[in-house]
Every structure is written in C-alpha cells, then in structure tokens.
Nanobody, 122 residues
C-alpha cells in the first residue's frame, strides 16, 4: 500500500504562486510515476502534470505548461507542484496520485491522496 498526503493549498490572488507537496509513505518503491490532478466544482477531474519516480521524464497538461513545474525529492519521498502565474481557472481541489505509468489518464494511477484546496481569487 502507498499513502499520499497533499499539503500547501490555500487562497492566492491571481498572478501569485503556490507550491503543493505530496508526501508518500508505505511501499514507495512500488510505483512508477506520480501525477497531479485537479477537480473544480461541477467539473470532471483533469490531469495537471506527472513525473517518473525513478527518472526525469515529465508530462504536463497544455493548460499549465510554462506556469507549473513538477519536481521530486526521492530522499524525502515527496513530489512538488510549483504553480506560478495562477489564475481563477486554477481554482480546484488538487490531488496527487501514484501509479504504474507516466501519463494523463487517471486510470493509470492506483493510489490517491485526499486532496488540497487551491483557491485563486482577488
């Protein structure tokens, strides 16, 4: 089993920055990639970014390319999502997930955190 705990969400003005963290525990060697997804009120969950756990490959949704950066600290079993130039459309609950493939489909990910709220508002 893998446990994932997100942190770092909050309220930010448009144009601001936040850094989300996803701390993993348990069988952290048992997964291949970690991704971030988000779900806004009344909308389906959507892919944001993902990173190989034992490598450097990353993938991003077009909507966040150039603004968000995913990174990791293997020693701390933690994945980060640096979010810059936030806008109101980034408001959502952000989830991290661990799975067996690097990709944008939620079906590739077996383990999910509880989510952290990000609200972008003036």
């Amino acid at each position: 089993q893998v446990q994932l705990v997100e942190s770092g969400g909050g309220l930010m003005q448009p144009g601001g920055s936040l850094r989300l963290s996803c701390a993993a525990s348990g069988r952290t060697f048992s997964y291949y990639a970690v991704g971030w997804f988000r779900q806004a009120p009344g909308k389906e969950r959507e892919f944001v970014a993902a990173i190989l756990w034992r490598g450097a490959n990353t993938v991003y949704a077009d909507s966040v390319k150039g603004r968000f950066t995913i990174s990791k600290d293997n020693a701390k079993s933690t994945v980060y999502l640096q979010m810059n130039s936030l806008n109101t459309e980034d408001t959502a609950v952000y989830y991290c997930a661990a799975g067996w493939a690097l990709g944008s489909s939620s079906r590739m990910y077996n383990y999910w955190g509880q989510g952290t709220q990000v609200t972008v508002s003036s």
